[in-house]
């Protein structure tokens, strides 16, 4: 069953303290992304990847860190410099490529971060 | 930076009635997308335009992409209680490997 996957779907840290969220695809694709949710607001870029041991940031990229070791895997870590960073999660992929007629996104679940 | 506002933020409707959403870009697109997010869930790519000026229909959903390549719109008729949900479009320069820039989005409430 292709897909993307993250995990886990609730997850609760302390202020201060550094976590990781896990985001994994068997789909082949090249490009990978996460985005963060607030209510009231569309999707906004944190890092993007176009291939392996490659990734750019987006447009709110501070306080946040990523990792592309592998295609299938894309960790977001969310560090403590993050000021505000209580949100929902998305983790995306597309086959890739400039000028790819098919760059439509998939979507895993999502992960709802809470810090207390 | 690349903008993508998207009208109304919300919009409440009785089943039956039609809906429309409006989405316009600062600057000129590549292609633009529209993604469908139902409550709790995550956003599912509904279809992509990429032609000036080009018309898709979905059943009762039809998506245009505008001449100038900066807007586009979703209208669906008849509105059904399946069709609640958050709808976002997104648009595509060309620059950047598939970088999105989505707008905010319109939720749509269909009372029974």
């Known amino acids: 069953d292709g897909g993307i996957t993250q995990s886990p779907k609730y997850l609760f840290r302390k202020e201060g303290q550094n976590v990781t969220l896990s985001c994994e695809q068997n789909l082949n694709h090249d490009a990978m992304y996460w985005y963060r949710q607030d209510p009231g607001q569309g999707l906004r870029l944190i890092y993007y990847s176009q291939i392996v041991n490659d990734f750019q940031k987006g447009d709110i990229a501070e306080g946040y860190s990523v990792s592309r070791e592998k295609k299938e895997s894309f960790p977001l870590t969310v560090t403590s410099a993050q000021k505000n960073p209580t949100a929902f999660y998305l983790c995306a992929s597309s086959i890739g490529g400039q000028g790819s007629s098919y760059n439509e996104q998939f979507f895993g679940p999502g992960t709802r971060l809470t810090v207390l | 930076g690349q903008q993508v506002m998207q009208i109304p933020q919300y919009q409440h409707v009785q089943e039956g009635e039609d809906f429309t959403t409006y989405c316009n870009s600062s600057t000129t697109l590549s292609n633009i997308q529209w993604y469908k997010q139902r409550p709790g869930g995550h956003p599912v790519f509904l279809i992509q335009?990429?032609?000036?000026?080009e018309v898709k229909k979905q059943k009762r959903l039809t998506f245009q992409f505008g001449e100038a390549k900066k807007n586009s719109s979703l209208h669906i008729t008849a509105t059904q209680t399946t069709d609640v949900g958050t709808y976002f479009c997104?648009?595509?320069?060309?620059?950047?490997?598939?970088?999105?820039?989505f707008g905010q989005g319109t939720i749509l409430t269909v009372h029974p």
């Open positions: 997104a648009g595509d320069r060309g620059t950047s490997y598939g970088k999105l820039t």
């Open positions: 335009l990429v032609k000036s000026g």
